[in-house]
């Protein structure tokens, strides 16, 4: 198995609140040095929109600009040293079926690489209204809550009507669009499978054959390896393995995360970087890094 330079494009900043306090560039650094990281992208969340039009949904927050600009101006002013390369990055969402992503080419131009991510179900053409109630943060509501229970019964008469392949191809199409308009997306984040997102808003795609599933996703990976876009795995089970080796037989390049929010902790474990570079090998899989 070749390994190329170990790299990790998805680890959290202390300025963003989700992240712990020292995620700071200078401790960043030392723990990548200790895991043998020889290139790293330091993010910031940024997301213009949320799902409910307001700043606040889910585990979810509109950009602070302030921030920001704080983000990068920290960025500038940190030396890096040698042996190990820090890249500037968001990580965002990809916001609809047409590829609209949640940050606009002002900011773009301010950062070096997009880790584009499915945080929520994407807006699509016929899914009107949207879900609002995100079905792990809200589980209590959308057990307890009358309202809720209602938009949950609407929700899954939704996916019936609309079928699974409805949805996998509204977020097939919605990635590719994305990558072609958007260069700075390097790798698409929270991937498992591919198939996340439906997995989360219980859309039942176990009910199409593996066959099918690869031959919908396909057009992505085609699209992922044209514009050398990465896969990122964490070491949590990726879901259909089938899919992930279709994925690399057609190009697809794998990296490790670990989503680091905190060096050690509960979940978000930097030192988790490792256990996932052994799940991409695990599954044979080839792994990559940015190609600049
Ligand atoms: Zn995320
Ligand atoms: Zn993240």
């Known amino acids: 198995m070749i390994t190329p330079g170990k790299a990790d494009y998805h680890i959290h900043y202390y300025i963003d609140g989700c992240a712990k306090k020292e995620m700071t560039f200078e401790n960043i650094e030392r723990a990548s040095r200790e895991m043998g990281l020889t290139e790293i992208a330091v993010l910031k969340h940024y997301s213009e929109c949320m799902p409910n039009g307001k700043s606040d949904w889910a585990a979810w927050h509109t950009v602070k600009e302030e921030e920001f600009e704080r983000y990068l101006k920290e960025f500038r002013e940190y030396t890096q040293k040698e042996g190990l390369i820090i890249h500037s990055g968001v990580e965002t969402e990809l916001v609809d079926d047409k590829g609209r992503i949640n940050i606009g080419k002002e900011a773009q131009d301010k950062i070096e690489l997009i880790a584009l991510s499915v945080h929520y179900m994407p807006e699509m053409e016929k899914i009107k209204p949207p879900f609002l109630y995100h079905p792990a943060m809200d589980k209590k509501k959308l057990e307890e809550d009358e309202n809720a229970k209602k938009e949950l019964k609407r929700w899954k008469e939704l996916i019936e009507d609309l079928g699974c392949e409805y949805f996998i191809a509204g977020i097939v199409n919605g990635y590719i669009s994305a990558i072609r308009n958007n260069p700075k997306i390097r790798q698409l984040s929270h991937m498992y499978d591919g198939l996340y997102p439906l997995r989360t808003y219980y859309v039942p795609y176990e009910r199409i054959p593996e066959k099918r599933l690869i031959e919908m ?19 949590d089970n990726a879901g259909c393995e089938g899919i992930l080796k279709r994925a690399d037989e057609m190009g697809v390049r794998f990296v490790a995360t670990s989503d680091a929010h905190m060096f050690e902790g ?13 799940y991409i090998e695990s599954l044979e899989l080839t792994k990559g890094v940015v190609n600049w």
């Open 217 to 235: 996703m396909e057009p992505l990976m085609k699209a992922m390896t044209e514009h050398d876009v990465l896969w990122e795995l964490t070491c």
């Open 266 to 278: 509960a979940w978000g474990r930097f030192s988790d970087h490792i256990a996932a570079e052994r």
